[in-house]
């Protein structure tokens, strides 16, 4: 490819895209013209007014409602079990960490953290970079049944995957994937295309088509231009489908209750049933292992949230 194809990102390529308003990693960001509306208007208006009381309130409750049980878990594996007895709803007095290491130094809690790692990054992985593939496809070319397929996807979020356990298990059962993590990581990445798909097809779609005109002038392949241009101005949708692919494979349980049967495979939610199933007199140890089986998901939910609100926004506006 001559020097002229090589560069072409950094000519009008990349210019026409941000006088579009869109950057490198901003997907559907706002244009120079949205950044002035900002500024006429965003200084000198009337100050917002407080919306009614009954809002907040049910606002408040709400997630009163959502924090109150994690708040008690936490809690609950700093006290011990004459403290839980005594007072259910109390707070530790004294706080007791006992509980949290000794569930840190077990080899077992540390084996099922790893493999739900192993599990919950392939998922996301495979999600994310068949779940592109099928998007460009859908979005940028026209085919026969290309209406067909984009609604067979839509529609695979009808179906969730407790529907299918029982025919699913047969056919991993015959594949001879049973009790192995590949027979819970192949099936997810299956379950988790549909939504990858419905976000990802709008971000795909507003790409303006000048930019891949401009792209197959300066002798840009259509392969090249999946990976210099779509990748980058997707990432947002990308993005925020690889956090709900890795917090939903983390979190899924069922699929692993089918599949796997010995405790050296076992993914934490089984885990957690596990070993609330072994330590069910010692209420303030199962506490502290469910609380620190949760604790990943949690922070890496927190940690992306504003991406995951961004991503399904640029997603409505595609």
């Given at each position: 490819?001559?020097?002229?194809?090589?560069?072409?990102?950094?000519?009008?390529?990349?210019?026409?895209?941000?006088?579009?308003?869109?950057?490198?990693?901003?997907?559907?960001?706002?244009?120079?013209?949205?950044?002035?509306?900002?500024?006429?208007?965003?200084?000198?208006?009337?100050?917002?007014?407080?919306?009614?009381?009954?809002?907040?309130?049910?606002?408040?409750?709400?997630?009163?409602?959502?924090?109150?049980?994690?708040?008690?878990?936490?809690?609950?594996?700093?006290?011990?079990?004459?403290?839980?007895?005594?007072?259910?709803?109390?707070?530790?007095?004294?706080?007791?960490?006992?509980?949290?290491?000794?569930?840190?130094?077990?080899?077992?809690?540390?084996?099922?953290?790893?493999?739900?790692?192993i599990v919950a990054l392939a998922s996301t992985v495979g999600?994310?970079?068949?779940?592109?593939?099928?998007?460009?496809?859908?979005?940028?070319?026209?085919?026969?049944?290309?209406?067909?397929?984009?609604?067979?996807?839509?529609?695979?979020?009808?179906?969730?995957?407790?529907?299918?356990?029982?025919?699913l298990y047969i056919v991993i059962k015959d594949l001879g994937?049973?009790?192995?993590?590949?027979?819970?990581?192949?099936?997810?990445?299956?379950?988790?295309?549909?939504?990858?798909?419905?976000?990802?097809?709008?971000?795909?779609?507003?790409?303006?088509?000048?930019?891949?005109?401009?792209?197959?002038?300066?002798?840009?392949?259509?392969?090249?231009?999946?990976?210099?241009?779509?990748?980058?101005?997707?990432?947002?949708?990308?993005?925020?489908?690889?956090?709900?692919?890795?917090?939903?494979?983390?979190?899924?349980?069922?699929?692993?209750?089918?599949?796997?049967?010995?405790?050296?495979?076992?993914?934490?939610?089984?885990?957690?049933?596990?070993?609330?199933?072994?330590?069910?007199?010692?209420?303030?140890?199962?506490?502290?292992?469910?609380?620190?089986?949760?604790?990943?998901?949690?922070?890496?939910?927190?940690?992306?949230?504003?991406?995951?609100?961004?991503?399904?926004?640029?997603?409505?506006?595609?």
């Amino acid at each position: 490819m001559s020097a002229r194809t090589d560069t072409w990102s950094s000519s009008g390529v990349r210019e026409k895209a941000t006088r579009r308003g869109w950057g490198p990693g901003g997907g559907l960001g706002l244009g120079r013209g949205a950044g002035r509306g900002r500024g006429a208007g965003g200084g000198h208006g009337k100050p917002e007014k407080w919306g009614s009381p009954v809002v907040y309130f049910v606002a408040l409750l709400f997630i009163a409602v959502c924090v109150a049980p994690v708040l008690y878990m936490v809690l609950g594996g700093f006290r011990t079990n004459a403290q839980i007895t005594t007072s259910p709803a109390g707070l530790p007095h004294p706080f007791v960490t006992s509980n949290y290491t000794d569930v840190l130094k077990s080899n077992r809690f540390w084996g099922e953290f790893a493999n739900s790692v192993i599990v919950a990054l392939a998922s996301t992985v495979g999600i994310v970079i068949l779940g592109l593939m099928v998007s460009f496809v859908i979005a940028r070319y026209d085919f026969k049944f290309k209406g067909a397929m984009y609604s067979l996807f839509a529609a695979g979020l009808m179906f969730p995957l407790v529907i299918a356990i029982t025919p699913l298990y047969i056919v991993i059962k015959d594949l001879g994937l049973i009790d192995s993590l590949v027979g819970v990581i192949i099936p997810q990445i299956a379950f988790g295309l549909p939504t990858t798909v419905i976000i990802l097809v709008p971000f795909l779609r507003a790409i303006p088509k000048e930019i891949e005109e401009a792209a197959t002038i300066d002798g840009t392949s259509r392969l090249g231009f999946f990976f210099r241009m779509v990748m980058p101005l997707s990432l947002p949708g990308v993005v925020t489908v690889g956090i709900l692919a890795f917090i939903g494979s983390w979190n899924n349980y069922v699929l692993p209750l089918y599949i796997l049967n010995s405790d050296a495979n076992f993914t934490l939610p089984l885990g957690v049933q596990a070993f609330s199933s072994q330590y069910s007199q010692d209420t303030a140890k199962v506490l502290a292992f469910t609380s620190l089986a949760m604790l990943p998901a949690l922070v890496f939910f927190s940690i992306f949230q504003k991406r995951i609100v961004g991503g399904l926004t640029g997603a409505v506006k595609g």
